[in-house]
């Protein structure tokens, strides 16, 4: 299961996952245009002790998101049919510099 960590560089903007992890280098992701996998996990970055992670659809923001996590909170979405998306998903810091990692499996 490929991992990385995504960085959210300033609070109170939304970044598209896709996007973020379109960013990184071919040796940090090594599947440059994917769009959907089976498993995604999202997970608060441990060095968070002062912010959290909204994820929300694009109008994310720190009241209405549908998911927040705080250092080392995790999330996992699955669906077999390869399905679950990367970009319907957006990102939301409540600090600058937040960070979140990304584990996923395709099929």
């Given at each position: 299961m490929p991992g990385t960590v995504v960085t959210l560089t300033t609070h109170n903007v939304a970044y598209r996952l896709s996007d973020l992890?379109?960013?990184l280098t071919q040796a940090a992701h090594p599947f440059?245009?994917?769009?959907?996998?089976?498993?995604l996990t999202l997970t608060g970055d441990p060095g968070n002790a002062a912010g959290i992670v909204y994820i929300g659809d694009g109008k994310v923001s720190t009241s209405d998101y549908e998911l927040q996590l705080p250092a080392a909170a995790?999330?996992?979405?699955?669906?077999d049919r390869n399905?679950?998306?990367?970009?319907?998903?957006?990102?939301?810091?409540?600090v600058?510099?937040?960070k979140a990692d990304v584990l996923f499996e395709t099929q």
């Amino acid at each position: 299961m490929p991992g990385t960590v995504v960085t959210l560089t300033t609070h109170n903007v939304a970044y598209r996952l896709s996007d973020l992890l379109a960013s990184l280098t071919q040796a940090a992701h090594p599947f440059p245009g994917l769009t959907n996998c089976r498993e995604l996990t999202l997970t608060g970055d441990p060095g968070n002790a002062a912010g959290i992670v909204y994820i929300g659809d694009g109008k994310v923001s720190t009241s209405d998101y549908e998911l927040q996590l705080p250092a080392a909170a995790s999330y996992t979405w699955r669906d077999d049919r390869n399905s679950v998306s990367f970009t319907n998903k957006f990102l939301l810091g409540s600090v600058d510099g937040i960070k979140a990692d990304v584990l996923f499996e395709t099929q």
